[in-house]
């Protein structure tokens, strides 16, 4: 009997999926990073509220090779601040048909 997936573990793949792209991305755009952060510092300057905006800071203060290592860990603090992260939107994920094939790979991805 197939296993029921939540919609939640398949968001939670389907933003380790995108991450693990944005790596890629990192490494050919290292500059990604300090338009991310510029990005996250905009906001909180503006008083818009950011969801885990501080850890971000922080995060891309590290540098591109750190962010590349981090944003691709299963760790669960990882998991949570992918939910908030300011990199796919940098990072060219606006297009909805590459969401969906994400989404559906993340439906397929076995549990790990």
Same mark, same amino acid.
């Given at each position: 009997?197939? !296993?029921?997936?939540?919609?939640?573990?398949?968001?939670?793949?389907?933003?380790?999926?995108?991450?693990?792209?944005?790596?890629?991305?990192?490494?050919?755009?290292?500059?990604?990073?300090?338009?991310?952060?510029?990005?996250?510092?905009?906001?909180?300057? &503006?008083?818009?509220?950011?969801?885990?905006?501080?850890?971000?800071?922080?995060?891309?203060?590290?540098?591109? *090779?750190?962010?590349?290592?981090?944003?691709?860990?299963?760790?669960? &603090?990882? &998991?949570?601040?992918?939910?908030? !992260?300011?990199?796919? !939107?940098? *990072?060219?994920?606006?297009? &909805?048909?590459?969401?969906?094939?994400?989404?559906?790979? *993340?439906?397929?991805?076995?549990?790990?």
């Amino acid at each position: 009997m197939p !296993s029921v997936v939540s919609k939640e573990s398949v968001n939670d793949r389907a933003k380790l999926i995108m991450h693990r792209l944005i790596a890629r991305h990192l490494a050919r755009d290292p500059a990604l990073v300090e338009r991310a952060r510029g990005l996250v510092r905009r906001r909180l300057a &503006e008083g818009a509220a950011l969801d885990c905006a501080a850890e971000w800071d922080r995060l891309l203060g590290r540098g591109p *090779a750190s962010v590349r290592r981090a944003i691709v860990s299963r760790d669960p &603090e990882m &998991e949570r601040l992918r939910l908030s !992260s300011p990199l796919p !939107s940098l *990072a060219g994920f606006r297009d &909805e048909a590459l969401r969906r094939r994400i989404w559906r790979k *993340a439906k397929l991805a076995p549990a790990a």
